[in-house]
């Protein structure tokens, strides 16, 4: 099992960055593939990105492509969500994801361990 637990979230003014960190616990972090998600009020939780257990493949939503940066190490069992160019419609609770039997997926219901989620509120 692990244990996900998300940090870095806030306010911030449309333009700016905010980097969200995921500590995870255990020995076996670098066996799960992992993922951020987010959701808005009203909305589904949709998916922001993920990286596989090497880091080699990162796909990530069209909608944050260019502008967000998934990273993770290893070593310190810590995956980072880098944000910048923010918009208001990046407003959500982000939740980072993982699991280690998928080895890549969009979808929320494929992964096990989740975080309790960090508000990020983006001004205009």
């Known amino acids: 099992q692990v244990q996900l637990v998300e940090s870095g979230g806030g306010l911030v003014q449309a333009g700016g960055s905010l980097r969200l960190s995921c500590a995870a616990s255990?020995?076996?972090?670098?066996?799960?593939?992992m993922a951020w998600f987010r959701q808005a009020p009203g909305k589904e939780r949709e998916f922001v990105a993920a990286?596989?257990?090497?880091?080699?493949?990162?796909p990530y939503a069209d909608s944050v492509k260019g502008r967000f940066t998934i990273s993770r190490d290893n070593a310190k069992n810590t995956v980072v969500l880098q944000m910048n160019s923010l918009r208001p419609e990046d407003t959500a609770v982000y939740y980072c994801?993982?699991?280690?039997?998928?080895?890549?997926?969009?979808?929320?219901?494929?992964?096990?361990?989740w975080g309790q989620g960090t508000q990020v509120t983006v001004s205009s």
């Open positions: 255990g020995r076996t972090f670098s066996s799960y593939t």
């Open positions: 994801a993982a699991d280690r039997y998928v080895i890549m997926s969009t979808t929320p219901s494929n992964y096990n361990y």
């Open positions: 990286m596989s257990r090497s880091g080699g493949n990162t």
